[in-house]
């Protein structure tokens, strides 16, 4: 029910990003017992075939066989195409795991595909493996992967733990939500940004800047010396909703300006009550 349900959180993370087009494809990579018979079966299978295989597979056919399955090298592709399957070697445990999650998505109403040559790649993977997959970008199209480790807190000293997660990338996320004419959202702009002319006007600046960010006001300042313009082109680039500009005079008198960078309207403050006039 775990693995179900994480399933179904990358679903609707998924459909919620804007994201169509995406295949859910779930395998078993069984357990530590049942997974020893079907290597030897796979590496038996591969043999004949060894000097054929692409070097990274050679590597993996000495110290994890099951991920030459999931090679993306078409050649190695049509070398496994007959080769022996996990799914057919599962003990009772881990195949009544695997139909216990194809009904509880059923139930969940998430259509998937098996697909036996999804690996994952990783040793302390068990049972449960699962991709998001889509075309729309290209032959490297999974979205977002996992499934159960049971292994994982085990090998690395800890005590045994179950887990079930998936991973996704942002670059990957991002690229498949533009192929998908998604609408990526975008950060929201600063609420304020301070502009500064001279040493001592830079010293006060600093010291509202800490002051309103005490008080929840987004606000940013230069930090790479611009002029006056061109610190108010950087306003703009950040979308800050209000600039304020200060110089020796405003610390002279005391009162700062503050612009509405949408509608340009401009209005006075004292320095010593911007904060809540801010607010």
């Known amino acids: 029910m775990a693995d179900a349900e994480i399933i ?27 997974r020893g018979k079907h ?14 295989l692409c070097p990274t597979c050679q590597e993996r056919y000495h110290t994890n066989p099951m991920r030459i399955l999931d090679c993306k090298s078409p050649i190695d592709q049509e070398l496994v195409k007959d080769a022996p399957m996990m799914l057919d070697y ?51 199209g999974t979205v977002c992967g996992g499934g159960r480790y049971d292994g994982l807190v085990e090998e690395v000293g800890g005590p045994s733990t179950p887990g079930v997660g998936w ?26 940004f301070i502009a500064y002319v001279g040493e001592e006007p830079k010293k006060a600046a600093l010291k509202l800047m800490k002051e309103m960010r005490d008080a929840g006001i987004a606000v940013q300042m230069d930090v790479m ?43 006075e403050a004292a320095m010593d009550s911007i904060v809540e006039a801010l607010k």
């Open 8 to 34: 179904a959180i990358g679903h609707d993370f998924i459909k919620e990003m804007g994201i169509t087009d995406v295949e859910l494809q779930i395998n078993s990579v069984g357990c530590p017992s049942c």
């Open 39 to 52: 290597r030897e079966a796979l590496k038996t299978f591969l043999k004949p075939k060894y000097d054929e």
């Open 90 to 140: 599962l003990c009772e445990d881990c195949a009544k795991a695997f139909e216990d999650l194809k009904a509880n998505l059923d139930a969940f109403g998430i259509e998937y595909t098996v697909n036996p040559k999804i690996v994952r790649g990783l040793d302390y993977y068990t049972k449960t493996a699962f991709e998001f997959v889509t075309t729309k970008i290209g032959a490297q």
């Open 167 to 192: 991973g996704m990338g942002k670059e990957r996320m991002l690229m498949t939500m533009e192929a998908c004419g998604a609408e990526i959202p975008r950060e929201p702009g600063t609420d304020v």
């Open 225 to 267: 010396g611009r002029s006056m313009k061109n610190q108010f082109k950087h306003a703009n680039r950040i979308e800050a909703k209000k600039t304020i500009v200060i110089g020796d005079s405003e610390l002279e008198n005391g009162r700062v300006t503050i612009k509405d960078m949408e509608s340009g309207e401009q209005t």
